[in-house]
C-alpha cells in the first residue's frame, strides 16, 4: 500500500519485496567491484554510513566536499554499471508515485550496522532538483526521520522495512532526513545489516 508523507512524498510499502533476492544477488557483483567504504566529509569526520555507488555517476565526500564523479577514487576506474534490476524498480516505483519517466544515472548504496545512523541533511548535490530520488530499503529495519523544509521542524519518524520504497521529489525535494541509530535486528538474508539502494538523477 501506499503511504503519503507529503504532497509528493510517500512510502510505497513492500514494492521491492517480489525482487529482494535478485537485487541482492546484483548487488554483489557491485560490492565486489567497488567495496564499501566510509568517507570523510569536508569537515574530517568518518561517516557511520559505509557507502559504494553503481551506474554513470557516484556520489563521493572528502576534505575537497561533496559531489558526483565518473570514477570509483578508490580505483581510478568507473562505477559497475546500474544492475537491469535496479533501474526497471526505481522507474517502476517513480512511475507509481506520480512521478513520470524517471531515468536515474547514479545509485548510491549505504550500508548500516548497528549503531550506524544518518544525521538529518538535505540533498542539494544534484544539478536539477526537479528530478524524483528513489530509495530502497533491505534487510534490517530503520527509523527514517522526515523532516521539512527547514532544519528547525521536527521530524516524523517513520519505520522503513525490508522491500519498503520511498519517493519524493517536487515540493518534497528538499525536505531535511536522516536515518536514526539502528538497532539490532538481524535480518535472515543480511543479518545485522540495512542496504538502502538510492537512485537520483544528479547530472544533467
Ligand atoms: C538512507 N539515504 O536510508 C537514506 C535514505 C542519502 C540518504 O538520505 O542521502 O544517502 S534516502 C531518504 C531521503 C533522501 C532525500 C530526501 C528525502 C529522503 N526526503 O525528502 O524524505 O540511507
Ligand atoms: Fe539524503
Known sequence: HIEWLGEQACVLHGQALPHAAALIDAFDAVAAQAPFRHLVT???ATM??????????GWVSDRRGYRYSPEDPASGLPWPPMPAVFRRLAQQ??????????????????????????????????????????????GMPATFLFGGLTRAERPRRILLEHGDVVVWGGVDRLRFHGIAPLK??????????????TFRRAGA
Open 93 to 138: 516505483a517513480a512511475k507509481e508515485a506520480g512521478f513520470g519517466i524517471f531515468e536515474p544515472d547514479a545509485c548510491l548504496v549505504n550500508r548500516y550496522t548497528p549503531g550506524t545512523r544518518l544525521s538529518l541533511h538535505q540533498d542539494r548535490d544534484e544539478q536539477d532538483y526537479k528530478h524524483p530520488i528513489v530509495s530502497v530499503s533491505l
Open 48 to 57: 557511520s554510513v559505509a557507502m559504494t555507488n553503481c551506474g554513470p555517476l
Open 42 to 44: 569536508p569537515g574530517g
Open 184 to 197: 539490532d535486528h538481524p535480518h535472515p538474508r543480511l543479518g545485522s545489516v540495512r542496504l538502502n539502494l
